[in-house]
C-alpha cells in the first residue's frame, strides 16, 4: 500500500477556482448525488464521494480508485489560522457525564489511564438498554466519580479527565 499527501489548495470563488493560487478550467458532470466526472487537462476522472463529515469538515474520496481523505477549511478557519489561533476552536473536554438516568452496570476505567478517543469507559444500563459511554478525545483519567451500582441523573459527571 501506497500514502501520499497532497498539500494543495483549491479556492471556489467568483472568478472561478484556483489551484494554489492559480486559475484553472475542469468540465465537472454530476453523475448522481455522490459521484463526478471531471475532465482537467485532457485527463478523465471519476470522482465519488466516500464519507463526509461536516461536523469534522473531512471528505473522504475515491478519484480513479485512489482514496483521499481531505480537510475542509471555510472562512472562519482561514480567519483563526490567519490570526494564529487555528487551534482555538478545539475545545478541552475535561470531564464525562451521563447523557441520561441510569444504572452504573461497568466501570471499564480507573484513576491514572490513558484513553484514547472512542475508548469505551463506563456502561450505563438505562431504560433496560445497556449504553456504553465513549471517551471523546484522547485523554487521561483524573478521578472517578461514581461506582458501579450507582444510580446517576442525566447531566452527573462521571469521570474527570486532567
Same mark, same amino acid.
Given at each position: 500500500?501506497?500514502?501520499?499527501?497532497?498539500?494543495?489548495?483549491?479556492?471556489?470563488?467568483?472568478?472561478?477556482?484556483?489551484?494554489?493560487?492559480?486559475?484553472?478550467?475542469?468540465?465537472?458532470?454530476?453523475?448522481?448525488?455522490?459521484?463526478?466526472?471531471?475532465? %482537467?487537462?485532457?485527463?478523465?476522472?471519476?470522482?465519488?464521494?466516500?464519507?463526509?463529515?461536516? @461536523?469534522?469538515?473531512?471528505? %473522504?474520496?475515491?478519484?480513479?480508485?485512489?482514496?483521499?481523505?481531505?480537510?475542509?477549511?471555510?472562512?472562519?478557519?482561514?480567519?483563526?489560522? $490567519? /490570526?494564529?489561533?487555528?487551534?482555538?476552536?478545539?475545545? $478541552?473536554?475535561?470531564?464525562?457525564?451521563?447523557? /441520561?438516568?441510569?444504572?452504573?452496570?461497568?466501570?471499564?476505567?480507573?484513576?491514572?489511564?490513558?484513553? %484514547?478517543?472512542?475508548?469505551?469507559?463506563?456502561?450505563?444500563?438505562?431504560?433496560? /438498554?445497556?449504553?456504553?459511554?465513549?471517551?471523546?478525545?484522547? @485523554?487521561?483519567?483524573?478521578?472517578?466519580?461514581?461506582?458501579?451500582?450507582?444510580?446517576?441523573?442525566?447531566?452527573?459527571?462521571?469521570?474527570?479527565?486532567?
Amino acid at each position: 500500500m501506497y500514502q501520499t499527501t497532497h498539500n494543495q489548495t483549491i479556492d471556489f470563488t467568483a472568478e472561478g477556482p484556483t489551484l494554489n493560487g492559480e486559475p484553472f478550467a475542469w468540465d465537472l458532470v454530476k453523475l448522481n448525488d455522490r459521484m463526478f466526472h471531471i475532465i %482537467r487537462n485532457d485527463q478523465s476522472f471519476t470522482a465519488e464521494v466516500l464519507d463526509l463529515n461536516a @461536523a469534522d469538515k473531512t471528505v %473522504r474520496l475515491s478519484v480513479n480508485g485512489h482514496i483521499h481523505d481531505i480537510k475542509l477549511k471555510d472562512r472562519f478557519d482561514l480567519l483563526l489560522e $490567519k /490570526m494564529g489561533i487555528a487551534n482555538a476552536a478545539t475545545a $478541552k473536554v475535561s470531564n464525562l457525564k451521563a447523557p /441520561m438516568p441510569g444504572l452504573v452496570v461497568g466501570i471499564n476505567v480507573q484513576p491514572g489511564d490513558v484513553v %484514547r478517543k472512542g475508548d469505551s469507559l463506563f456502561i450505563l444500563e438505562a431504560m433496560k /438498554m445497556e449504553n456504553v459511554l465513549k471517551a471523546p478525545t484522547d @485523554a487521561t483519567i483524573k478521578t472517578i466519580r461514581s461506582q458501579t451500582g450507582d444510580r446517576v441523573e442525566k447531566g452527573q459527571v462521571l469521570v474527570e479527565f486532567v
